[in-house]
């Protein structure tokens, strides 16, 4: 098995962040850390991955069930994205 087979059966399994997540993310300006997202638990981690955040109200929920969760979690909220110049 390859390194590219080995991610992405971690990325199924929810151990790293999907492209999909990160792609949210990005969207919704937040920053979200490797360690962060394996705190969370599968539940949380497959309902990120479900949840939609394509118009702008959808982008609006999904910042704020990101930054929900992880105060649950983490007890901190998460790090905003840094603007690209």
Sequence with gaps: ????ETDRSAEERLDLVP???RDKLDR???KLHLKEWQALSLAERQR????PCNT???VARYAQEV??????Y???P????KPKT
């Design 48 to 51: 990120l991955c479900e949840l």
């Design 67 to 72: 930054r929900d969760v992880l105060m649950r």
């Design 19 to 21: 492209r999909g997540v």
């Design 28 to 30: 919704a300006g937040i």
């Design 56 to 58: 702008d109200p959808d």
């Design 78 to 81: 998460p790090e905003a994205l």
């Design 1 to 4: 098995m390859g390194q590219g």
């Design 74 to 76: 983490t007890g901190r």
